[in-house]
Structures are given as structure tokens and as C-alpha cells.
């Protein structure tokens, strides 16, 4: 099925059907009678929820963290039902527990046809308690960032009040699709965006991953293709910065469509699957764009500016190793093909070596970011695909990129055993 078949057959159904039909926890199966029919992942999936319903209560009960057990006790709930939203809000305020969970049917990455359909995915965490405690410094710039983005007022959204909780942990495991491909090293979930505009969202950072993807990925790539007298700037601390400011980026700009016939529809929906890459380049040059902002202001140290922009430089070529036709891929070329054409990246092509233009980077962050927020707050898929077919071609330069770097690891996986076995 193609996205425009989906959308012809939608379009005949009734209202309430076509939101069972767009639902992100739904299964879309042919119904026998030349039609389809939307399953709700609760039915589809029941014999594997039902002993997960089980298990999480048993914890449930064993914890003597009151928070965390409403958590699980909402969780398992809601893997029930596939109505998320009590225990995300439980997730997001959860406190002073030792370990966390990131579980249940988040990313979407995966529906090629809408861009809207999530899979399940689990990690277990440890939570580094004084690593977390050092950012919540950051939680009370939301508005401030929100309101400091190069765009039109009619394109802001109102962050007031939200909650925006950070947590630093080491995954102990991970299943479901947090194994399937690319290995996240942070997140910002939950992804819906009636929890973003009435909490906020959680932003967790796996540090045991962060540190195996700079020093397995990020500098053997590094160490190939950016100009020699640059690297001394790449550091695990600036590739952390960058993520960080990523991930706090993905909860600022337009969760729903600003202006247009599609105004008040969510952004991933009108945009469909382009929006997975538009959305984590955003996420990737609005954080660069705060971050300029945030060491104007005092609250990143300014003296290390070079060190954040030349590892996210690093961190562009991890990314697009993925290749194009994947989400952090794309968003990657996107940014690199940009900011050649624009001023902020270099290239030498003599040498193979990229830089960083410090005198002119950060005028093309924020020339970059007011388009890619315009494209999410207008939802014109097709302005996206424009903008794909613009940016995203596999340039000589980026072909020789790919080529110095072939006999590298694209990625970690990781490996785990249980000790007392």
C-alpha cells in the first residue's frame, strides 16, 4: 500500500474510522471484504501484553518508590487500553527512584507509508542521580528558547508551564526497537503531542552509550575527514553538549501545524514519513541555535564554543553513514550540504578535510533553522520533498566522504551478558 492509497481509502471512511485509521497504535490489515480494518494493538498483540500487564504489576508491588510503582501500575494499564497519556505524565513526573524504563510503542521511524504508526521498544536503566541533577538547570530556559527561535511569532508555541525532566542513566538492556538499526544514545519522548502541549516531555541521555558511540565511531570517522588543525576542539563533553541541546530541541518548535489548510493537524501527521528527518534536523540545528543563545547568556560556557561546533561536525559524519535514506541520515546531509552551499561548513577538496567556518557558522545554524521550523509549521509535505530533493543529493564531496570512511564501523551494537549466569 502506498501513502496515496491509504489516504484515497481513509478518505471514505467515516470520521471516527479515519482517527482509528491515523492512530499511532493501531495495525492496518486487509478485512476480507476488498476493504481494511484498524486493529488496536491491544487486541493484535494480546497474547504477549498480557504477561507484561502481569509482570509490571508484580514490580509494581515490590518497589517502595511510590511514584515509580504508579508508573508501571499506569504502564501496564495502558499496554492494555493503548490510551498512553496518564502514564506518560506518570513517566515524565516520576522521582528519586534508582532505575527507569523507557517502554512501550514510541518511534515511528519505522511507517514508511504515514510516518505515524509506533513500535514497541524497551530499555532498562540505572540513573546517574547527580549527573541528572546537573541539568536541571536548563528546564527553566524552555520558554526563553521557544521564544528566541528565528521565526514568526504566529509559528511559536506556548512552552509556559511545562515540565521538562532530564535524566542521565546507563541502559542495562534494550529491546524491541531500540535494537533495530540505529543505537540511540538519547531521546526525548513521549512523542505525542497532546502530552508535550499539557507536560512536557523527558529527555533521556544513556551514558554508557554516548561514550562507546565518541570513542568506537565519532573519532576514528573524526580523525579521517575533519582538517587536522580542528581536531584538538572534538571532545566527548562537546559531543554530549550537542546531544543534549538536540534532544531539548525536539520539544521547542511546531508540534502541530501553525498556518495553512492543515493548521491545528500534529506536524508528523500532515507531513508524514518525511517528517522523521525534517524533524530530527531541526532538532540538530535549533539545538546549535539555543546553544549560541545560552552561552550569550552565561549558562554554557562560552570559552568551549569551538569544542561544541567542531564535534558536532564529528557527530554529522556518524550520522550520515546511516546513508539517505535514513531519518539521522538525511538530517545529516541536509545540515552538511547547507551549510557548504551557505557559509558555516568548509571543504577542502584537495585534501578531503571538512571545518568548521567559525566566523560565519552561526549565521548560517540560524538561516538553516528558521526554514526547517517554517517547513514543520506550514506541514506542506510537498515544501519538504522540495527541500529534500535540494539538500540531501549525494554531492562529489560527500561521496568522497563516504568512501575515506568505508572500512569503518557505522555504528556500535551493543553487547550484554547477565553476570550472575
Known amino acids: 500500500m502506498t501513502a496515496q492509497q491509504f489516504d484515497d481509502y481513509v478518505k471514505t471512511l467515516p470520521e471516527e474510522e479515519q482517527v482509528e485509521f491515523m492512530y ?18 491491544h487486541v493484535e498483540y494480546e497474547k504477549y501484553i498480557t504477561p507484561i500487564v502481569k509482570l509490571l504489576n508484580e514490580v509494581a508491588d515490590l518497589t517502595d518508590n511510590e511514584s515509580f510503582a504508579k508508573f508501571l501500575r499506569l504502564k501496564a494499564e495502558a499496554l492494555t487500553t493503548d490510551n498512553y497519556y496518564d502514564a506518560d505524565v ?4 516520576m522521582k528519586d527512584n534508582k532505575f527507569d524504563m523507557v517502554f512501550g510503542p514510541f518511534e515511528t521511524y519505522s511507517d514508511g507509508i504515514k510516518g505515524v504508526k509506533a513500535k514497541y521498544e524497551a530499555y532498562v536503566e540505572i540513573i546517574d542521580q547527580k549527573a541528572s541533577e546537573d541539568l536541571k538547570k536548563y528546564t527553566s530556559y524552555l520558554s526563553k528558547m521557544e521564544e528566541h527561535l528565528p521565526i514568526p511569532q504566529e509559528y511559536k508555541s506556548d512552552a509556559s508551564g511545562l515540565t521538562a525532566t532530564f535524566v542521565v542513566v546507563n541502559d542495562i538492556i ?16 513521549p512523542n505525542d503531542p497532546e502530552v508535550h502541549a499539557t507536560k512536557g516531555t523527558k529527555k533521556t541521555f544513556w551514558k554508557n552509550m554516548l561514550k562507546a558511540r565518541f570513542n568506537g565511531i565519532i573519532i576514528p570517522v573524526s580523525n579521517r575527514l575533519i582538517e587536522e588543525s580542528q581536531l584538538k576542539y572534538l571532545s566527548d563533553e562537546g559531543f554530549f553538549q550537542f546531544v543534549l541541546m538536540h534532544e531539548i530541541c525536539h520539544a ?23 517528517y522523521n528527518a525534517l524533524e530530527e534536523c531541526k532538532a540538530d540545528v535549533t539545538g546549535l541555535y539555543q546553544l549560541a543563545y545560552l552561552m550569550d547568556e552565561g549558562v554554557v560556557d562560552k570559552s568551549r564554543r569551538e569544542e561544541f561546533y567542531v564535534s558536532f561536525l564529528g557527530s554529522l559524519f556518524r550520522s550520515i553513514r546511516f546513508g539517505l535514506d535514513e531519518a539521522h541520515g538525511k538530517a545529516a546531509a ?6 557548504l552551499a551557505n557559509g558555516g561548513i568548509l571543504y577542502d577538496e584537495a585534501t578531503n578535510k571538512w571545518s568548521i567556518d567559525f566566523d560565519n557558522f552561526e549565521e548560517g545554524v540560524k538561516n538553516l533553522d528558521g526554514e526547517l521550523l517554517i517547513l514543520e509549521g506550514n506541514g506542506d509535505n510537498v515544501k519538504v520533498q522540495e527541500f ?21 564501523p557505522i555504528d556500535v551494537l551493543p553487547v550484554r551478558s547477565i553476570k550472575w549466569e
Open 90 to 93: 506518570a513517566w515524565i513526573d
Open 24 to 41: 499511532p497504535y493501531t495495525v492496518i490489515r486487509e478485512d476480507g471484504n476488498g476493504g481494511y480494518e484498524a486493529i488496536r494493538y
Open 252 to 274: 521547542i518548535g511546531p508540534r502541530v501545524v501553525k498556518v495553512g489548510p492543515n493548521k491545528g493537524m500534529a506536524a508528523n501527521a500532515s507531513i508524514g514519513p518525511n
Open 334 to 339: 541536509i545540515s552538511l550540504s547547507y551549510m
Open 388 to 408: 529534500f530533493d535540494q539538500w540531501t543529493k549525494e554531492t562529489p564531496a560527500l561521496a568522497s566522504a563516504m568512501k575515506a570512511t568505508e572500512d569503518l
Open 174 to 189: 534494550r529491546k524491541g526497537e531500540g535494537t533495530v538499526g540505529y543505537q540511540a544514545v538519547a531521546t526525548n519522548l
